[in-house]
C-alpha cells in the first residue's frame, strides 16, 4: 500500500508565502516523477509543477518565477514553496507521484494525495 500525506495548507495574505509538502510512505520501490496540481472551484484540475527524478523541472506559466518544486529523495517528499501569492492561487493542491511499488518494483502508477487547502486573501 500507498500513501501520500501533504500538509502545509492555510490562509495567508496576498504577497505571503506557504511551503507545502507530501511525504510518500508504503510499499515502494522508486519514486519517478513527482508533481503539484490545483484545483480551484469550478475549475478543472491543473498543472502546477512537475519534478522528474532526474532532469529538469517544469512549471505552469502563471506560477513561474512565484514558486519551486523540489524534493528529497532521502525522505521520498516533495515539496512546493510559493512565494508572492496571489488571491487566484487559491485552491486546493494535491500532490501526484508516478510510484513503482511491491518487491520487484513491477508494478507502476500514479498515486495522488487527499489535497491540503490554500486560500489567499487579497
Known amino acids: 500500500q500507498v500513501q501520500l500525506v501533504e500538509s502545509g495548507g492555510g490562509l495567508v495574505q496576498a504577497g505571503g508565502s506557504l511551503r507545502l509538502s507530501c511525504a510518500v510512505s508504503g510499499s515502494i520501490f522508486s519514486i519517478n516523477a513527482m508533481g503539484w496540481y490545483r484545483q480551484a472551484p469550478g475549475k478543472q484540475r491543473e498543472l502546477v509543477a512537475v519534478i522528474p527524478s532526474g532532469g529538469s523541472t517544469n512549471y505552469a506559466d502563471s506560477v513561474k518565477g512565484r514558486f519551486t518544486i523540489f524534493r528529497d529523495n532521502a525522505k521520498n517528499t516533495v515539496y512546493l514553496q510559493m512565494n508572492s501569492l496571489r488571491p487566484e492561487d487559491t485552491a486546493v493542491y494535491y500532490c501526484?507521484?508516478?510510484?513503482?511499488?511491491?518487491?520487484?518494483?513491477?508494478?507502476?502508477?500514479?498515486?495522488w494525495g487527499q489535497g491540503t487547502q490554500v486560500t489567499v486573501s487579497s
Open positions: 501526484k507521484a508516478d510510484i513503482n511499488s511491491g518487491i520487484r518494483g513491477y508494478s507502476r502508477r500514479d498515486y
